[in-house]
Every structure is written in structure tokens, then in C-alpha cells.
Nanobody, 126 residues
């Protein structure tokens, strides 16, 4: 079972990137999924999450209205569209598959996620 994030890179302030998280080894079409990030010297933090059927998405305040999470279950892929990027968005971004149902009250808790993927570096220059 593997989750692999890709699509990171170097972008200027105000730019956009689209990250992908592809699952292999099993299907995650019934798993709620989350995106997390870890900046240098900081703890990993939640970016947001999406329900398995895409009916609900949740976002941390720091990225709300700039980032959008979506998924294509047929491709076993979750996306993170990042717009209006800021230098403080610089981090390693990774995806995770939840153990149970995610909602507004628990999507940030890392203990709710069983499978974690390798991250992709996003660097936003000022």
C-alpha cells in the first residue's frame, strides 16, 4: 500500500501549483483523505480533507479560499489545487488516508489517518 504525492516545485508568490496523490496497492475510493504539510522546524499541520464521495471538504483557516481539494476515485487520486501561494506555504506536502469518517471536528487529527504517503516539496519565493 503506497501513497505518493507529486507536483511540487518552486513558484513565486501569487502563483499556483496542483499536487496529486496517487494510491497504489489498494483502492482508497472509500477512504476519506487528508492533506498535510510540514515546514522546516515546525510540526506537521493539516491543510484540509475530503470525504470519500467528495460531498464535503474541510480546510484549515490558513489556506481557506486559496486551496481546493478534489478527488477522482476512478484514478485513485486526490488533488490539492493551491492558488495565491505565499512564502509561508513553503513546506513538504503529503497525503494520508483516514481510518474512519472524517468531519469538521476531527479532520485535523493525525491519529485519524492510517496510511501516509511520501511528500512533495513546495517552495514559494518572495
Amino acid at each position: 500500500v503506497q501513497l505518493q504525492a507529486s507536483g511540487g516545485g518552486l513558484v513565486q508568490t501569487g502563483g499556483s501549483l496542483r499536487l496529486s496523490c496517487v494510491a497504489s496497492g489498494r483502492t482508497f475510493s472509500r477512504n476519506d483523505m487528508g492533506w498535510f504539510r510540514q515546514a522546516p522546524g515546525k510540526e506537521r499541520e493539516s491543510v484540509g480533507a475530503i470525504r470519500w464521495n467528495s460531498r464535503f471538504t474541510y480546510y484549515s483557516d490558513s489556506v481557506k479560499d486559496r486551496f481546493t481539494i478534489s478527488r477522482d476515485n476512478a484514478k485513485n487520486t486526490v488533488y490539492l489545487q493551491m492558488n495565491s501561494l505565499k512564502p509561508e506555504d513553503t513546506a513538504v506536502y503529503s497525503c494520508a488516508a483516514a481510518r474512519g469518517s472524517i468531519n469538521y471536528t476531527n479532520y485535523k487529527a493525525q491519529s485519524n489517518y492510517d496510511y501516509w504517503g511520501q511528500g512533495t516539496q513546495v517552495t514559494v519565493s518572495s
